[in-house]
């Protein structure tokens, strides 16, 4: 010890959790049922199937979207061309936020970071020629997932598909945009009616449907420790269904189209730890916490994406390592879903080849490499045994001090989860800074002349087309109908009907994302963060 | 003079992504600057205003959602137009590097893209207010007081008084028809004192001594850049009487600054050719 000192005094992973220098079985053998069982069954830590990827492989799902309904759905075709097995959309911030592509708002925002739909018009555009019942759609679409929802609907209903059969996930996940990512339109009791009102619609009508993905992802990359991302996710989805169960809903009706979304970060232990601790918890709250009975409410579902805050841009080939290690940690954890970040993104929009590396990472993981050929390879490991164990004892505590505010919306009303999280990056960036953290080509293995690869770029000209659809669309459809649908919704979102037939009828009249949140911006208020 | 450096970091546009907002906040206050944090989604006309109105040093422009070339030009106009181009830009976020040529054509001082440290960050500010103020100091100090203007009916009455009884030397004497003024000149220990009689009713002159009478009617101080100095004076909203500055005696160029800004004394700068 003296001759070979170790490289640091202390070990810990990104949430402070000591590592010591070697595990033992002893503290791992005692309590296996209790703690790990047999995957497909509880607490399902390892694993929510029985044979896991012996039966089939993750979804591979590339988020995309970009500019125009055409350019998107140009991408869709080619990533489903590639073997890419689900859909999953990316909306540019003006629709994410519910403004039309003409709004003031949207100067120079439409069309950036996702595709712009402004109607039923652009939907259709979207996913023309693409069966929706053959394909699983994922949207990333938050304070307005009602009316996305709804379009995605009505499409389906021209392709002469019923919403029965449809298969796919809102991301509707309110709570995490106060603390993390933004993109809130309405304070949150309003968000939240919503939501339930989602809950409710597709427990009859899209029973194949993710009603919600409860996301740590933002939240991590917010800046949070992976104890943070499973603790604060789970808070949010803690809170979500006791609103559905306050509207009336019994847990086992909705519990089961819930699912979730997790970041997978560098520290490839602990991420894989991160994962199995998690399907552990939430097992355990849905059975102690709110007594469903049925097995499929207590499984924790989820879709994961590589980290899009470690991608450097110096280097950026590096970001392919960094991704497929991050990947491996996901498929090692047994996520359902799993997108994976292409090299370039710290510098822009993906361009098509490197999006196309990005899907290739997950096919060799998955074909190539034999992880898959057995559920939870790591399962029994004494490391990461402990470590499950230590993340588990830690998001507890969390959930603890949440009940204690009152539960999760009034921690995020009092600041306290952002505070967390704020803490939590300040402390990594001074890591990278100081050194302590080692960032490769970024504060070491630096090189001169770093070239940078050709990137992707929106043609600016998007804006003014959508604008000029826009104008069109209003001299050509029926306005005195719009009008008609837009006031029977105003009526109806003052009273605590279900809110979805309206939106759908408002949306199948071809009216706008604009107008349609408009009337609700009247009713519900718009919230505004100090 | 160290003053507490002021930023305002700001996020223009609807992306909600502040964590590097945030940080670099958190790490210029660290370094002893006062921080202003703007809040998401704040427009460029909200921005330029915050700025103003907390009388910052730098705005901190982070953006992430692309729309960078439209929303960074957009807030350097604004702050021409509400004449406060002396605040320090910088941006920061996914920013192309192809991008950022046309963003320092529009003034954007620096960009800091992904991998920037905030001890960089905060250097780049420290550095550049430095520069700015030290620049500031040296042309609002003038080198000295050139002449004092003395306003007098007659000059055949009043020169004979400075050169003989106070025994100053007599520089000469010269008609300055722009301002309607015959006006003479002493020498007195590198400060020259400048007799002025009216030449016509409609001279300044002829008007100050109806209003006033005789008597000391204005100081001058010699500068370096006149041109600089006067859109300096005007950023700061100091009330000149002209516009632009003009030409004076002896090939110099001249502008006054109104009593009004300069507890009533009527102020001459004057640039020597």
Not at chain 1, 115 to 138: C, G, H, N, R, Y
Not at chain 1, 385 to 410: H, N, P, R
Not at chain 2, 125 to 138: A, G, P
Not at chain 2, 153 to 161: M, N, Q, R, T, Y
Request: hydrophobic share 40%; with cysteine.
């Amino acid at each position: 010890m003296s001759k070979i000192p170790e490289r640091k005094e202390q070990f810990e992973t990104s949430s402070k959790i000591p590592i010591e220098r070697l595990y033992l079985p002893e503290q791992q053998t005692e309590h296996y049922i209790e703690k790990l069982g047999f995957p497909g069954e509880y607490p399902y830590t390892r694993g929510i199937q029985p044979t896991m990827y012996r039966g089939r492989f993750w979804t591979m799902r590339q988020y995309a979207g970009f500019s125009s309904a055409e350019e998107s759905n140009r991408r869709y075709k080619y990533l489903l061309q590639q073997g890419q097995t689900g859909l999953s959309v990316a909306f540019d911030l003006p629709t994410q936020i519910g403004y039309d592509s003409d709004d003031p708002h949207a100067k120079g925002e439409v069309g950036k970071v996702g595709v712009a739909i402004d109607s039923l018009k652009d939907m259709e555009i979207l996913f023309q020629d693409i069966p929706l019942d053959k394909v699983s759609t994922s949207m990333t679409i938050n304070a307005p997932a009602a009316i996305l929802l709804a379009m995605y609907i009505a499409v389906a209903e021209k392709q002469g598909v019923s919403s029965k059969a449809l298969s796919g996930t809102i991301q509707n996940d309110i709570l995490k945009e106060y603390i993390a990512r933004g993109t809130y339109i309405f304070p949150p009791k309003p968000s939240m009616r919503l939501i339930t009102d989602i809950f409710q619609y597709c427990s009859t009508e899209l029973p194949k449907w993710n009603t919600i993905s409860i996301s740590g992802y933002h939240i991590r990359e917010a800046g949070s420790t992976a104890v943070q991302e499973v603790a604060f996710t789970l808070a949010n989805a803690i809170a979500y269904v006791e609103s559905a169960i306050q509207a009336g809903l019994h847990v086992d009706d909705f519990a089961p189209r819930l699912a979730f979304f997790f970041n997978a970060h560098n520290q490839f232990f602990e991420e894989i730890a991160k994962f199995r601790a998690a399907r552990r918890i939430w097992a355990k709250i849905m059975k102690e916490r709110f007594h469903a009975q049925n097995p499929k409410s207590m499984q924790l579902r989820f879709h994961t994406q590589t980290a899009g805050s470690t991608l450097t841009a110096q280097q950026p080939d590096n970001n392919i390592v960094r991704v497929a290690l991050q990947a491996l940690s996901a498929v090692l954890g047994g996520t359902q879903s799993l997108h994976t970040n292409s090299r370039d993104e710290a510098l822009a929009l993906p361009t098509e080849a490197s999006a196309r590396i990005a899907l290739r990472t997950q096919q060799i993981i998955a074909n190539e490499t034999g992880v898959t050929d057995t559920v939870d390879p790591l399962g029994g490991s004494y490391y990461v045994e402990a470590l499950t164990d230590s993340i588990e004892k830690e998001v507890w505590s969390y959930l603890q001090k949440i009940d204690e505010f009152g539960g999760a919306v009034a921690a995020i009303e009092q600041g306290y989860i952002q505070r967390e999280i704020h803490k939590a990056a300040y402390d990594y960036q001074r890591d990278i800074e100081s050194g302590k953290q080692i960032i490769v080509g970024l504060n070491a293995y630096q090189i001169e002349n770093d070239e940078k690869p050709e990137i992707y770029r929106v043609d600016p000209i998007v804006g003014e087309i959508q604008a000029q659809k826009l104008k069109e669309l209003r001299k050509t459809r029926d306005n005195d109908a719009v009008n008609q649908r837009l006031s029977e919704l105003s009526q109806a979102a003052k009273t605590n009907e279900n809110l979805m037939p309206y939106i759908l009828n408002a949306v199948k009249a071809y009216a706008t994302l604009g107008e349609i949140t408009n009337v609700l911006r009247e009713v519900f208020g718009e919230y505004r963060l100090n | 003079m160290n003053k507490t450096i002021r930023v305002l970091i700001a996020k223009p546009g609807l992306d909600g992504h502040d964590r590097g907002a945030l940080v670099i906040a958190q790490g210029l206050r660290d370094e002893g600057m006062e921080v202003i944090y703007s809040g998401l989604r704040q427009t460029p006309e909200q921005i330029v205003a915050t700025a103003i109105q907390e009388d910052v040093d730098c705005i901190g422009l982070s953006i992430l959602s692309g729309a960078h070339n439209e929303l960074l030009p957009e807030v350097m106009r604004l702050l021409k137009e509400n004449q406060a181009e002396e605040i320090l830009v910088i941006g920061g976020g996914v920013i192309p590097d192809d991008d950022i040529p046309f963003l320092k054509e529009h003034g954007i001082a620096e960009i800091f893209t992904p991998g920037a440290s905030m001890k960089e960050i905060a250097d780049f500010i420290r550095d550049n207010i430095e520069k700015k103020n030290s620049k500031q100091t040296r042309s609002t100090s003038v080198k000295k007081i050139d002449h004092i203007g003395i306003a007098v009916k007659s000059l055949d009455e009043a020169v004979p008084f400075y050169k003989e009884i106070l025994g100053l030397t007599f520089l000469g004497m010269e008609e300055v028809l722009d301002e309607g003024v015959k006006v003479a000149f002493f020498e007195a220990g590198g400060v020259r004192i400048e007799l002025l009689e009216p030449l016509h009713q409609e001279s300044p002159i002829y008007k100050h001594i109806e209003k006033r009478g005789e008597g000391i009617h204005h100081l001058a101080f010699e500068v370096e850049d006149i041109v600089d100095q006067f859109s300096k004076l005007q950023e700061r909203q100091i009330s000149l009487l002209q516009n632009q500055p003009r030409r004076g005696a002896h090939d110099t160029k001249v502008g006054f600054i109104h009593p009004k800004s300069s507890h009533k004394v009527l102020i001459e700068l004057c640039e020597k050719n």
